[in-house]
């Protein structure tokens, strides 16, 4: 196994201190002599010890909203910016890291992030002007999801079409996290002093933060996709030119290599072709994620992304529905069912903890069930919950109520986890920058559909606030049926490609690509044929 900190050993001699050098390779050697499954627990540790962390920064928003505001003497009315400015660096973040962790290693990046995170936290007491305190919140928000999309996307590279299980437990991680928060934030209040509690509350929860960025500086990450590519190559010269070949085009097109498709090469070349076998990734590691260019050369580049935009929608839509419902379901109890504000508050609580407890029985699950399955399961309860809350809201049964919150947070639980590993479920890899897409579609599912779903509450009252729940639980329902049938397709499909280029069989390969992308099962045999030994007559060599 080698580190993957990727300096050389003289560079480590000049620039490394020599007791840090020491520690580094009994780090490595420890790593080494563990077996491959314990290694990826390793590796998952970090991600969840990290969502678990995220979580309680995440939670500690709510119950410390009026000291922060307080803090910068604004009137509580300023709060909605907070929230404003944390999804717009969450959504900034999303799409900047996607393509980071593609050519960067994922551990370095959690530990710089982790740092980043404690320096906010710490700064944010400190800070009494309003712009500069929605700044820092931004700047926080945008390192949280890089922390966010990392975890989701390493996870993937770890456990390849294996990660259901861990999957969900990464998710209940989060859970534990923003449940735990406000107690912690609510002990630590209770023993500071007038004036001092934000502080404190932001130091203690930015100390944990910072203990948590010590995991992923001892434990190698996995390999980054682009460190698994061939480096470029190219070319051939040619005393009789003509069209470049079929094969040298298919070549070309799935390994990137940067000709255009009307280069004209000799009659009699002799492609010079050196194949440089991939650097294996750190010891037990799973499938790694493939890079963008891999997997859309598989199953063609716009279908590739249309099948990740319509996850995207649909994470959209169900972290849009969820939100929307945590949020304002205290308000509706009180509006609709006339339960005192006290109380009413409970109603949110009641949501949010058995969608806590329903991630922790997904983990099991998961592993039992396949996918789409679970999905299944998840949205019948989801309906019937809904269903009920429509029934009974006009006589105001207010158990009723308890009841249908509480079956509808404990059959949400386990959806988000679900579909962002579905098109691994089915043998569709998941990238870096396809793990970016989806993180973009929560937040903005998250930025927006929580205040539409409040104008219409506040304008229009609590009967059309549970119509627009129930409309967006069907969208779910129907997105369902156009988004499995197509991972479906898309798993058949490559795994006919993979099966008949592993067996060499021209006929599978063309049966597949006449059916589904043209010329690809042709192109993949062509390149696979460049790669192979060629008699004397014939030969080929292939230097990238």
């Excluded at 993979?498 to 992308?517: I, M, R, Y």
Aim: proline share 4%; aromatic share 10%; glycine share 6%.
């Amino acid at each position: 196994t080698q580190s993957t900190w990727g300096h050389s050993a003289k560079a480590q001699e000049m620039l490394v201190p020599q007791w840090l050098s020491v520690l580094s390779e009994k780090r490595n050697a420890f790593f080494q002599s563990l077996n491959p499954h314990k290694y990826k627990l390793w590796q998952t540790s970090v991600y969840c010890v990290s969502y678990i962390s995220m979580g309680l920064l995440v939670g500690c928003t709510g119950p410390t909203l009026i000291l922060l505001v307080e803090n910068v003497n604004e009137p509580l009315e300023i709060s909605s910016s907070y929230f404003l400015v944390r999804g717009g660096g969450w959504l900034f973040g999303s799409i900047l890291s996607g393509k980071l962790y593609e050519t960067h290693d994922g551990h370095k990046i959690f530990f710089a992030v982790s740092l980043i995170v404690t320096l906010c936290m710490w700064l944010l007491p400190m800070i009494h002007v309003l712009f500069l305190s929605l700044l820092v919140t931004a700047v926080m928000a945008a390192s949280l999801s890089f922390i966010d999309v990392g975890a989701n996307c390493m996870l993937f590279a770890v456990w390849g079409d294996k990660v259901a299980p861990y999957m969900q437990f990464l998710h209940f991680c989060f859970g534990i996290g923003a449940t735990v928060s406000p107690a912690v934030v609510s002990a630590v209040i209770r023993l500071s002093s007038r004036g001092s509690e934000l502080l404190w509350s932001y130091f203690v929860l930015g100390a944990l933060m910072l203990l948590t960025a010590a995991l992923p500086a001892f434990v190698p990450g996995p390999p980054t996709p682009a460190s698994l590519k061939p480096p470029k190559a190219a070319t051939a010269t040619s005393k009789k030119t003509v069209k470049q070949s079929r094969e040298a085009r298919a070549y070309q097109q799935l390994d990137a290599v940067d000709d255009t498709e009307d280069t004209e090469v000799e009659e009699e070349q002799q492609v010079v072709v050196d194949v440089q076998t991939s650097t294996e990734g750190t010891a037990g590691s799973g499938d790694t994620a493939s890079s963008d260019g891999d997997v859309e050369a598989l199953v063609g580049k716009w279908r590739y992304r249309g099948l990740v935009s319509i996850v995207a929608l649909y994470l959209f839509l169900y972290v849009g529905m969820e939100v929307s419902y945590g949020s304002w379901v205290a308000s509706f109890a009180t509006l609709a069912y006339n339960v005192p504000i006290e109380t009413a508050a409970l109603f949110s609580s009641d949501f949010w903890i058995f969608i806590t407890a329903g991630r922790l029985l997904a983990v099991f699950l998961s592993a039992k069930f396949k996918g789409r399955t679970l999905l299944v399961i998840d949205l019948c309860g989801s309906t019937l919950a809904v269903i009920l809350l429509l029934a009974f809201v006009e006589s105001r049964n207010e158990p009723m109520l308890w009841l249908s919150t509480a079956l509808f947070g404990f059959s949400l639980a386990s959806v988000y986890a679900t579909v962002f590993s579905l098109p691994a479920d089915m043998g569709v890899k998941i990238t870096s920058r396809a793990s970016s897409i989806f993180i973009v579609g929560t937040s903005i599912g998250d930025m927006l559909l929580p205040a539409l779903v409040g104008v219409i509450f506040v304008q229009f009252g609590a009967m059309p606030f549970l119509v627009t729940i129930f409309l967006l639980n069907a969208c779910l329902v129907g997105l369902y049926f156009v988004m499995v049938p197509i991972l479906v397709k898309f798993g058949a499909h490559l795994k006919s490609v993979q099966d008949a280029v592993k067996s060499n069989n021209p006929e599978a390969a063309a049966a597949v690509e006449d059916e589904e992308t043209g010329l690809l099962g042709e192109e993949i045999l062509a390149k696979q044929h460049l790669k192979s030994p060629k008699s004397s007559s014939d030969t080929v060599e292939v230097k990238l």
